[in-house]
């Protein structure tokens, strides 16, 4: 991490971003949801900060960090970040990345767009395309008023799988298509790894999906809730760890 810190003495304090020379039309806010894979995050910084400052956003880094050890909820995660980056700066643009992929190409931009945008749409796990029409995983990026618009991500997906498929059917459902980069440009990397403990497949997923149509709009910014445990500033990201309980018995 000092190496680290020592390569990108560009970034301000806390994981921000602002090039000295232009001004920027986004102020760009990227949250990733964490638990236990300090080794991910060392190489996701690694590679974006130097990516992302030649892209010349304002941006700012949010590591959001379950606490405990109950089921893994990456959505809900996702929430709490919307939800505190925008406590400390008037973010227009909001990246909700995984913290294991890594674009291969500097035009793929880290912005925002006319609708949702997928910019994980070529990984390499994935044979450099799509799995299927309606795959919305990895790495998305709403505005402001895109996100809220969906009312956010659903709170309900605990565990593995169906939570992105849950988002992309806000997206349509809201009147919104999805925007992505050409396929070239879209190449990402995910780092291989096994499964974590903690964030299983889980069954129950499905019932969730398949009511969402008629949830939605309760389930999702508007009812989240969770309690703020800390928050860490270090030079090349802010790390916020939060209790967000536990599954339905
Ligand atoms: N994640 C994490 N710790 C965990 C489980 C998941 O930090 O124990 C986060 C991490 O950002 C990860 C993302 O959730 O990249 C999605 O999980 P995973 O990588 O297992 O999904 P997949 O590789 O199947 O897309
Ligand atoms: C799951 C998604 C996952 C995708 C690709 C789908 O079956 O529901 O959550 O992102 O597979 O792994
Ligand atoms: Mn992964």
Known sequence: MEQLVELNTYVEFGGHYKPPDCIPLQRIAIIIPFRNREHHLRHWLYYLHPILRRQQGEYGIYVIEQAGENTFNRAKLLNVGFVEASKENNYDCFIFSDVDIVPENDRNLYRCSQNPRHLACAMDKFGYKLPYTGY??????????????????????????TEDDDTYKRVTLSGMSVDRPDRNIGRTKMIRHQRDKGNEVNEKNYV???????????????????????????????????????PPS
């Open 208 to 246: 969730v999906y398949n009511r969402m149509k008629y949830t939605r709009n309760q389930d999702g910014y508007i009812s989240l809730k969770y309690s703020l445990i800390k928050i860490e500033k270090n030079q090349l990201f802010t790390k916020i760890t939060v209790d967000i309980g536990k």
């Open 136 to 161: 919305f995983g990895g790495v998305v990026a709403f505005t402001k008023e895109q996100y809220l618009k969906i009312n956010g991500f659903s709170n309900n997906y605990w565990g593995w799988g």
